[in-house]
């Protein structure tokens, strides 16, 4: 999942709030996952099912959780839940501030079309815009690049502006799809291996002796931080072509962000079943996020 990138260091008071709260987060297996709109501690501004996303802004200190049940933003000690209630399959950031994209299903009670296709807010997702693909696609990986958009609905496919949309040769799914606003590299996780784009998700190669991991962020156009199913980390510093292992996660990893760090060592953020872990030196350690 991409998110805004900066070198800046996150501020330690909310990394403790947010830990915190992520620590009351009783997350379900993908499989199990409540319905959008069931009785949860969400109705109090709580997140309380599978997250899809997470995304961080190290500039603003902002972290949002993409849910079944919508988007929520835990950098203070109280969850905010922002926007309508969606399922949020498929959640990613643009380059610009408070823009993301986002794919999945509505709520209950809400009149959009199922699937809801592309959609884009550019308030920070306080709303969203229909933008293309209504009624037609569920994009369970969504990544943006310097080119514009990737997505997979069953299929792979790219569009440079967000409504016009082609179809990519990649014979295969991913589970996620990880690109940069700064760049045109995109990774694609599968089961089989790594996959790897250098032309916006047109064209895909198999990177041969990666390891197979299962999340991926980029925390720069040339970082990459990668998560096996074990919780395994690796790291790369030229787009995934190479890898070495740095660390491990402890606990059952839902999911990866990563930003720019001081000194040049990437942050890696990760999601897990107990609470939010960052490691600050490049996935060699991690520790819980409320103990900044």
């Known amino acids: 999942m991409p998110l805004h990138f900066s070198r800046h260091r996150r501020p330690a008071a909310a990394l403790a709030a947010a830990g915190a709260l992520l620590l009351?987060?009783?997350?379900?297996?993908?499989?199990?996952?409540?319905?959008?709109?069931?009785?949860?501690?969400?109705?109090?501004?709580?997140?309380?099912s599978h997250?899809?996303?997470?995304?961080?802004?190290?500039e603003t200190g902002q972290i949002l959780l993409a849910t079944h049940e919508g988007l929520f933003d835990i950098s203070k000690n109280t969850g905010v839940k922002i926007g309508p209630s969606i399922d949020l399959m498929g959640f990613t950031a643009a380059m610009d501030e408070g823009v993301f994209y986002a794919s999945g299903h509505p709520g209950k009670d809400s009149t959009m079309p199922n699937p809801l296709g592309l959609l884009k807010s550019s308030d920070g997702g306080?709303?969203?815009?229909?933008?293309?693909?209504?009624?037609?696609?569920?994009?369970?990986?969504?990544?943006t690049t310097k080119s514009g958009i990737v997505g997979f609905d069953g299929t792979m496919r790219t569009s440079t502006d967000d409504s016009t949309w082609k179809t990519?040769?990649?014979?295969?799914?991913?589970?996620?799809?990880?690109?940069?606003?700064y760049s045109d590299t995109v990774l694609?996780?599968?089961?089989?291996?790594?996959r790897r784009s250098s032309d916006a998700g047109t064209t895909w190669t198999m990177i041969h002796g990666a390891p197979v991991i299962q999340f991926a962020a980029f925390a720069s156009a040339a970082e990459a931080a990668g998560v096996a199913p074990d919780g395994s980390v690796y790291l790369s510093v030229d787009g995934g072509l190479s890898w070495r292992s740095t660390g491990k996660i402890d606990g059952s990893?839902?999911?990866?962000?990563?930003?720019?760090?001081?000194?040049?060592?990437?942050w890696i953020w990760a999601a897990t079943m107990s609470g939010l872990v960052v490691s600050t030196d490049g996935g060699a350690t991690f520790r819980p996020a409320d103990a900044a």
């Open 24 to 48: 009351t987060l009783s997350a379900c297996s993908p499989g199990t996952a409540s319905a959008p709109d069931a009785a949860s501690p969400a109705a109090a501004g709580r997140p309380s």
């Open 51 to 58: 997250v899809h996303g997470l995304s961080v802004n190290s």
């Open 126 to 143: 306080k709303t969203w815009a229909q933008v293309s693909r209504q009624g037609e696609s569920d994009f369970h990986a969504l990544t």
């Open 168 to 181: 990519s040769s990649a014979g295969f799914a991913p589970a996620v799809l990880a690109g940069n606003p």
């Open 188 to 194: 694609a996780t599968t089961p089989e291996g790594l």
């Open 253 to 266: 990893v839902q999911a990866v962000a990563a930003s720019e760090g001081s000194g040049g060592t990437p």
